[in-house]
Every structure is written in C-alpha cells, then in structure tokens.
C-alpha cells in the first residue's frame, strides 16, 4: 500500500511540478486567439467550457484503455506501477500536452500536419497512413467488448449490436461537436472518474496485500520466458503511460478551447489523470489476480467482477457504463479524429453534411471490415489488437521526434521530448523482433542489439540534421 499511496502522490506533484515547467518552456500566451476564435464554423470550431473540454478529452483518451492495459500490465510485477507513474509524468503528458498545443498554435491542425512541418513531407504522408490504420483499427476494437457484454444482456446477437454502434459512430461523427460530444460525453467523463474514485477508496477501505517496490522488479508474467518486461511491458501498458492515439485526439478539443492557458489541464491534467485510471485498476487487479472466480476470465469480466465485489449495485452500473459507453465513445472519437486528418490532407471543407459523409463512409466501411475480418479468423482479434497496441506507440515515438524537433528550432529544451523519444524508439525496435506472433521472434539480446543500432541511427540523424538546419540559417 505504501508504494501505491506514493505513486498517487507522485503522480499529483507531476501535474503541479512538471507540468507547470513543460508548461514554462513551451511558452503560452493568453492573449492569442486560439483557433477558436479566428475560425468558428460550427460543426467542429465550436467554443465550450474548459470543464467540459478536460472531461471530454479525458474520456476520448482514456476509454477503457488504461483500465484494461494496467489489467494486463499487472502480470509483469510491481515495475508497472514504475512505469505507469514515471512514464505518465515525463512521456505521455509532454507528448499530449506539447502536440495539443502545437495544434492550437497552428490552426486546430491534426497530427500529421505537425508531422509534416517538422519531420518532412514525406513523413507526413507515411504518418497520415499509419494514423488512418490506427484510427480504424480503434474503431473496430472498440465495438468488439461492449456488443459482446450486450449480447449477453439482451436476446439480439453480437452483429446486430455491432452494427447498431456503428450506425452510432455514423451519428455521432457526422454531427456537430457539440450536439453530441459536447452534451453527453462530459457525463460519461465524470462517471469514469467516480468510478474510479470509488475503486481507490475501497483500496484503502479493505487494505489489500498490494507489491512495493522494495519486493524487487523481477518479471511475474506466466510467460516471463517469451514476455520480458522491456519491451512487451511498455506496449502493453500504452493508455496508461504514453499513448500515439492520444495526439490524434487532441486537435478535436484544440479546435474548441478559448485560451492557451487552458492547455496545461486539459492536454497534461487529463493525462495525468488516466495514469491515475491506470494505477488504481493496476492495483484493483492484482487485490484479485489470485481470486478463484477470476482465474482464465477477460478484463471485461474482471471489471465487472471488481465492481460489482467493492461497490455492489452501483458498482456493476459503472462497470456496465465502462465496459460499453467508454469503448463505444472513443471508437467514436476516433473515427471523427480520421475524417478530420483525411479531410485536413485533401484540404476538403467540412461545414457541408455531404462532404462529410464523403470522407466518413470509407472510413466506416474500413473498420467494420476489419471488425468482421477479426472474427472471421482465428485469433484475429487477438493479433489486430497487438498491431494496434505496437502501431499506438510507434505513432507515440515519432510524435516524440517531431516535437524535439521543434523544441529544437525554437531554442528551448528539447530534452523533456528527446529522452522520451529515444527510449521509446528502443522499445517498439526491440518489440518487433522480440515478438513471437507478431513479429521475428528473435533472442532478446540480438533483438535489443539491432534496435541500438537503428535508436543509435536515428540520434544521429537528429543531431546531424538540427545542425545543418542552425548552419544553413547562419
């Protein structure tokens, strides 16, 4: 409990602390218009209070991913309480708090705009693909839990429910942010952060026998031999810690905020608070990791299980409310988030509900095909998911060089972006040739050898390039 208690309090201090210092070196100014202000078109520049900005962007990035990634993260042992803490603070919210700014100062831009700008043109398009890949693949893994659990709650089948989300996400992306969005996802916002509170207070309600630190690090995964803690930990635990798809999110709430001020809570404070989520569904799983009725069941059931054992009646209306409506939102987001960035790069205006269904229905279609493609195939589900999870952090990692990039340029400190870059370029290098499944199934230390070299690469690069750019300026 000890361990635990100081990873909330550390967590805290990061948003107060570091926060405020990022906050510092990337340089707000509260009397610049914010995009907001200059390009309100009433679909998707729409200005809203800051409250219900922070609860909607906390909801689009947190969804059920820190709960079910720190579910699966807790096999590793009392390490993923490390990372979700320290990658949280000093990964995850630079990246989210440093991109979403970086949108606001240049129009609402989605993510491969700022690509573009600071890695190249060719890079933009690459990262454009990649993002539409993930973008859809999100759509479709986020459908597969909440029509299952509906399934099991109603007589229809699971395609029925599938399809009746997806006529949802058709709905809700085509509409105004503020119709839907703006009105209800605030709701569900706060619901998860009761929820999570209440989960909290029953930790230190019935004091579980949770790991410190002091334990030791060693690897507690069933199958420590083909999961070393680095890489597959630090892909595992993505929402949780430092996400890609978070970036993605951040130019929909760029496009609605009045102030630059407002950045530090809405794009670092909702980080933050999703490393929260993480650590106490971290900590709710392992209190249960070793209970009869959880042993071989999903995190779904998990979820509700917890819940349901801790807050009772309440508790399983939350944990329903999670397990469906948090998917459901930000497979819905998600889309939106695609039809924005494919819109932004064929430079197609999207005041008229035509022009949105133009660039919406293929994108639609893409992701209900690869929802019906995973369960077609054995083990499809299974594999997409962890393409997804790699794909989320390799959008992370390059999201993490563009930045460096531009601390680089403007003469601030490009380290608080550069660390992180280099460290997650060793991890998604080394992933992919760790992997069993997915990847070449290398020898870890041939796995970690080559990826040295190609993190060692790209350093360079950085270097050689940051210094041509400041030589051919003079």
Not at 35 to 60: A, C, H, R, S
Not at 71 to 99: E, K, N, P, R, T
Not at 197 to 223: A, T
Request: hydrophobic share 55%; proline share 5%.
């Amino acid at each position: 409990m000890i361990t635990f208690t100081l990873a909330i309090v550390l967590l805290v201090a990061g948003y107060l602390l570091y926060g405020r210092l990022v906050e510092r070196i990337f340089g707000v100014d509260k009397n610049r218009p914010t995009p907001v202000k200059t390009m309100e078109d009433g679909v998707d520049y729409i200005p809203m209070k800051p409250w219900k900005i922070f609860l909607i962007q906390f909801l689009n990035i947190a969804g059920v991913g820190p709960i079910f990634g720190a579910i699966m993260g807790v096999q590793f042992g009392s390490s993923s309480f490390l990372w979700i803490v320290f990658g949280s603070i000093f990964a995850g919210a630079v990246h989210d708090y440093i991109s979403g700014m970086l949108s606001i100062r240049n129009g609402g831009c989605s993510l491969p705009e700022i690509h573009g700008m600071y890695l190249g043109e060719r890079m933009k398009k690459v990262m454009l693909g990649l993002m539409v890949v993930l973008l859809v693949m999100t759509g479709a893994v986020f459908v597969s839990a909440p029509a299952e659990l509906l399934k099991e709650l109603t007589s229809w089948n699971f395609y029925i429910w599938s399809v009746i989300i997806f006529l949802y996400y058709v709905i809700a992306t085509l509409l105004p942010i503020d119709k839907i969005i703006g009105r209800i996802y605030p709701l569900f916002g706060f619901c998860i952060l009761f929820m999570v509170v209440g989960i909290m207070c029953c930790i230190f309600f019935y004091h579980p026998q949770l790991p410190e630190i002091w334990d030791g690090l060693s690897n507690k995964h069933p199958q420590a031999d083909t999961m070393p803690i680095f890489p597959m930990m630090f892909i595992s635990i993505a929402c949780g810690a430092l996400s890609g798809f978070h970036a993605t999110q951040s130019p929909m709430m760029a496009r609605c905020m009045t102030n630059e001020k407002q950045g530090r809570p809405i794009f670092y404070g909702a980080m933050i608070s999703e490393g929260i989520v993480a650590l106490v569904w971290a900590a709710a799983a392992t209190a249960f990791i070793h209970d009869p009725a959880c042993q071989g069941v999903g995190a779904a059931t998990l979820v509700d299980y917890i819940c349901s054992s801790w807050l009772g009646t309440v508790g399983s209306i939350l944990a329903l409310l999670g397990v469906v409506a948090a998917p459901i939102t930000t497979g819905d987001t998600a889309l939106r988030s695609a039809r924005l960035i494919v819109a932004d790069f064929l430079h197609y205006e999207q005041k008229n509900t035509k022009s949105r269904l133009l660039v919406a229905i293929p994108i639609f279609a893409a992701s209900f095909g690869v929802l019906l493609f995973s369960l077609r195939s054995p083990g499809g589900f299974d594999m997409i998911w962890r393409y997804f999870a790699w794909t989320n952090q390799i959008l992370a990692t390059v999201t993490l060089w563009a930045l460096s990039v531009y601390l680089y340029r403007e003469k601030k400190c490009f380290y608080i972006t550069l660390l992180p870059a280099i460290f997650m370029t060793m991890v998604v290098s080394s992933y992919i040739f760790i992997a069993q499944k997915e990847g070449f199934g290398l020898a870890p230390m041939v796995a970690y050898s080559i990826a040295a070299v190609i993190t060692l690469s790209l350093l360079v690069l950085f270097v050689v390039k940051m210094r041509n750019k400041v030589g051919s300026k003079k």
